[in-house]
């Protein structure tokens, strides 16, 4: 499949997903606890200074609109015009002039080199075809001492415990919600999950190795505070569907 392709597949999906993306858990704020989390969290691997931010595949503004809320500021960059819909309407919402969104490709930004203290994404890595030209265009757009921050999830579950867990999960949620938690909906076709190799990697170790090999110097961070307050907001069937666990990738352009 060609570049093009993939990426207007992509962009088809989110143009439709935007419609319920912050409804569903692990996606958008559910509780008060888990904002607090998230905040604390971002406070600590960015730091108090306010810095210039590009969050790239920023979706529906979640970690840009927390970042303007920290004083920073930010601008957010995403394939899908729907999901920036949703991203602006927040921002306007709240009040917020120190964040802008607008379209772009995070592989390939377009932004001035050197330009931002900190290159952040989060949930954007397992869909990129090319993860390793993004880190290295990343790179470029930071300053000399700039922070690369990756969120990112164990998305492909390859333990039997996990995959029994989410089949649970599947079952309680067709019981209760009288929906079919098992249809395909909502996901790419098998010919463009072919084409993104994140998809299947544990995301950690791969991860980390690949943001080292672009030169950055790297430090992995579990993500179990903020996990752990985003499950305590969940029902058990979301629970069950959702064993994922979460790392920050850190690498700094020296
Ligand atoms: C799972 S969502 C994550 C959104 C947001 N970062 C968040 O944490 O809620 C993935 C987002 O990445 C965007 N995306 C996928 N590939 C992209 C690319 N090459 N460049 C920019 N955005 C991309 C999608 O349009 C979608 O909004």
């Not at 120190?98 to 390939?108: H, K, L, M, R, S």
């Amino acid at each position: 499949m060609n570049d093009k392709t993939i990426k207007k597949n992509i962009t088809r999906l989110w143009n439709q997903a935007y419609i319920n993306y912050d409804d569903c858990y692990a996606h958008g704020l559910k509780s008060e606890g888990e904002k607090k989390e998230w905040l604390r969290f971002l406070r600590k691997v960015i730091g108090k200074q306010p810095c210039s931010i590009l969050d790239v595949g920023a979706g529906t503004g979640f970690v840009s609109l927390l970042l303007a809320e920290l004083g920073h500021t930010c601008k957010g960059i995403d394939l899908s015009e729907n999901m920036l819909s949703k991203a602006k309407e927040k921002a306007e919402k709240a009040g917020f002039h120190n964040v802008t969104f607008a379209i772009g490709d995070a592989e390939d930004t377009k932004e001035p080199a050197k330009q931002y203290d900190v290159v952040i994404n989060r949930h954007l890595v397992w869909t990129l075809p090319h993860p390793e030209k993004a880190i290295k265009e990343w790179k470029r757009v930071l300053k000399p001492g700039g922070r690369l921050v990756i969120m990112e999830g164990n998305w492909h579950y390859n333990r039997l415990s996990d995959r029994i867990q989410v089949f649970l999960g599947k079952c309680l949620i067709t019981l209760v919600e009288h929906r079919n938690a098992f249809s395909n909906d909502g996901d790419y076709d098998k010919d463009t999950k072919e084409e993104l190799p994140m998809m299947k990697s544990r995301n950690a170790r791969r991860l980390g190795q690949m943001v080292q090999n672009a030169g950055l110097k790297v430090t992995v961070i579990p993500m179990t505070e903020v996990d752990r307050a985003e499950k305590q907001a969940m029902p058990l069937r979301y629970r069950l569907l959702n064993p994922h666990k979460r790392i920050t990738v850190i690498g700094v352009k020296e």
